[in-house]
């Protein structure tokens, strides 16, 4: 993929923090109205990406465009291109909403005709009845959606929105997502979070970090697939379940059979994984029909996006620790010697003591 189709494109990006690497030469690009799921767990380097994406921050190597706009080259331009929402809103609680939004058209001198634009923002996040009420005083909800409607003003063409729904009630997230929804048929958005159903409800594709490198970009569906769980099934079968296993694992076109607890009396349960490429529901149910044996349960066993995060994210950890360098043989000589030399030191006291 090239820049020219993608809203954003992020090549071998470093950041360090003294001798800790917050990222580790990671590259992702995002597609022009597209809503991806920006996804880690905490510390993993979601927030140090999106402060670089956003210019609030400089990487110590790499580069990032945003709609074929260099962030170091024309970081103005690409400033007027984004809108932020952090994890923590920069609101005025003094100030009413209207005068707020206001304040944001100003600080962003923003062109298009300020009444009217402004009025249109506050509709599309639903705070409309809200214009003369003071932030202090809204709910966490409204706090939110007028912390949306800020990074709206000067109509951006990438939205990124840091853990836009942290803290709210499930009533309050639903329709935060709904807003985030409904702003994405128009517009770019990078969703960076660590909560996954807002990932399975709102976004079009998933990019997973873990320990400062990138670990997956894919669809949800893409995800399952190379996380293995694409090919699974849970089979149900009323019978002997030893003549329910072999005739599984005479069956064309499966990889591996797994029998499974089951709880019912003489109903047989298993684990079913297929060779790639096979479909084996077909010839499955007619096998077992052949031989007298009813089906009472076949359904996918597709991986959870919670079961692929978890599984990406901790064999990131193991490879994580296996790429920590060992001290060299200098080193283990200096420390050998100095151990050696503490000892002595150790075994000279205690005879002096005697």
Request: hydrophobic share 40%; net charge negative; charged share 30%.
């Given at each position: 993929?090239?820049?020219?189709i993608?809203?954003?494109?992020?090549?071998?990006?470093?950041k360090?923090?003294?001798?800790?690497?917050?990222?580790?030469?990671i590259?992702?690009?995002?597609?022009?109205?597209?809503?991806?799921g920006?996804?880690?767990?905490?510390?993993?380097?979601?927030?140090?990406?999106?402060?670089?994406?956003?210019?609030?921050?400089?990487?110590?190597?790499?580069?990032?465009?945003v709609?074929?706009?260099?962030?170091?080259?024309?970081?103005?331009?690409?400033?007027?291109k984004?809108?932020?929402?952090?994890?923590?809103?920069?609101?005025?609680?003094d100030?009413?909403?209207?005068?707020?939004l206001?304040?944001?058209?100003?600080l962003?001198?923003?062109?298009?005709?300020?009444?009217?634009h402004?009025?249109e923002v506050?509709?599309l996040v639903?705070i409309?009845?809200?214009k003369?009420?003071?932030?202090?005083n809204?709910?966490?909800?409204y706090k939110?959606?007028?912390?949306?409607?800020?990074a709206?003003?000067?109509?951006?063409?990438v939205l990124?929105?840091?853990?836009?729904?942290?803290?709210?009630d499930?009533?309050?997230?639903?329709?935060?997502r709904?807003?985030?929804?409904?702003?994405g048929?128009q517009?770019?958005?990078?969703?960076?979070?660590?909560?996954?159903?807002?990932?399975?409800?709102?976004?079009?594709?998933?990019?997973?970090i873990?320990?400062g490198k990138?670990?997956?970009q894919?669809?949800?569906?893409?995800?399952?697939?190379e996380?293995?769980?694409?090919?699974?099934y849970?089979?149900?079968?009323?019978?002997?379940?030893?003549?329910?296993?072999v005739?599984?694992?005479?069956?064309e076109?499966?990889?591996?059979?797994?029998?499974?607890?089951?709880r019912?009396?003489?109903?047989?349960?298993?684990?079913?994984?297929?060779?790639?490429?096979?479909?084996?529901?077909?010839?499955?149910?007619?096998?077992?029909?052949?031989?007298d044996?009813?089906i009472?349960?076949l359904?996918?066993?597709?991986?959870?996006?919670?079961?692929?995060?978890?599984?990406l994210?901790?064999?990131?950890a193991v490879?994580?620790?296996?790429?920590?360098?060992?001290?060299?043989?200098?080193?283990?000589?200096e420390?050998a010697?100095?151990?050696?030399?503490?000892?002595?030191e150790e075994?000279?006291?205690?005879e002096?003591n005697?």
């Amino acid at each position: 993929m090239t820049d020219a189709i993608n809203a954003v494109e992020i090549k071998n990006l470093t950041k360090l923090y003294g001798a800790n690497k917050a990222l580790n030469d990671i590259s992702f690009s995002v597609k022009k109205g597209e809503i991806m799921g920006f996804l880690g767990p905490n510390g993993a380097g979601k927030s140090t990406t999106m402060n670089i994406v956003t210019g609030c921050i400089s990487a110590n190597s790499g580069s990032v465009s945003v709609c074929g706009c260099d962030v170091l080259e024309n970081p103005k331009i690409v400033k007027g291109k984004i809108g932020y929402l952090p994890e923590n809103p920069p609101l005025y609680f003094d100030m009413t909403v209207g005068e707020y939004l206001d304040f944001v058209y100003e600080l962003k001198k923003v062109k298009n005709n300020k009444k009217q634009h402004i009025a249109e923002v506050m509709e599309l996040v639903k705070i409309s009845d809200m214009k003369n009420r003071m932030i202090k005083n809204l709910s966490k909800g409204y706090k939110q959606r007028v912390g949306l409607a800020q990074a709206l003003i000067g109509n951006p063409e990438v939205l990124i929105l840091d853990e836009p729904t942290v803290g709210l009630d499930p009533k309050q997230i639903i329709e935060i997502r709904n807003v985030i929804k409904e702003i994405g048929k128009q517009r770019t958005i990078i969703l960076s979070t660590h909560i996954l159903q807002e990932v399975e409800a709102v976004c079009d594709s998933v990019t997973i970090i873990a320990h400062g490198k990138i670990v997956a970009q894919n669809t949800i569906e893409g995800l399952e697939e190379e996380a293995g769980g694409k090919d699974k099934y849970i089979l149900r079968v009323i019978g002997n379940k030893e003549k329910a296993r072999v005739l599984l694992r005479n069956m064309e076109g499966i990889k591996d059979v797994r029998v499974m607890e089951s709880r019912e009396e003489n109903v047989a349960s298993f684990s079913v994984e297929q060779l790639s490429g096979y479909d084996i529901r077909e010839t499955l149910t007619k096998a077992f029909s052949d031989a007298d044996m009813a089906i009472a349960e076949l359904r996918s066993a597709s991986l959870s996006l919670e079961e692929i995060f978890i599984k990406l994210t901790n064999t990131a950890a193991v490879e994580e620790e296996t790429e920590e360098v060992p001290a060299n043989d200098e080193t283990m000589v200096e420390t050998a010697a100095e151990e050696a030399w503490a000892e002595e030191e150790e075994v000279e006291e205690n005879e002096s003591n005697i």
